[in-house]
């Protein structure tokens, strides 16, 4: 199944957040190296973004933006639900 940012309604300020965030960086790192070097005191594969967190209410989307960048990135999914990492009992995780 082949995603695009079709499938999502009213997907174009995410789509251009995640694209900022994540996808330029990884497809023009040459550019992205030289304005950091110019202006961050880190080499700029300390600040290279290496995961992207999704949030909200259920329902909107977040995992289908998700899929849709890993695909635009070429990269690999990891979902992790929350329940899955953590238990509702304080202390004992999973």
């Known amino acids: 199944l082949q995603l695009g940012w079709d499938a999502l309604a009213a997907s ?3 789509r251009d957040q ?8 990884m497809s023009h790192p040459e ?3 030289e304005v950091q070097r110019g202006t961050r005191a880190l080499p700029a594969s300390a600040v290279r973004p290496t995961a992207m967190l999704f ?5 909107t989307g977040k995992t289908t933006a998700a899929r849709i960048a ?15 990492l953590v238990s509702k009992w304080y202390g004992q995780g999973e």
């Not at 995640?18 to 960086?25: M, N, R, T």
């Not at 949030?55 to 329902?59: L, Q």
């Not at 890993?70 to 899955?84: G, H, I, R, S, T």
């Open 18 to 25: 995640i694209e900022e965030a994540l996808l330029w960086p």
């Open 70 to 84: 890993a695909a635009e990135a070429k990269l690999p999914l990891v979902f992790a639900p929350l329940e899955a």
């Open 31 to 33: 550019a992205f190296a």
């Open 12 to 14: 174009s300020e995410m």
């Open 55 to 59: 949030y909200g209410p259920p329902g």
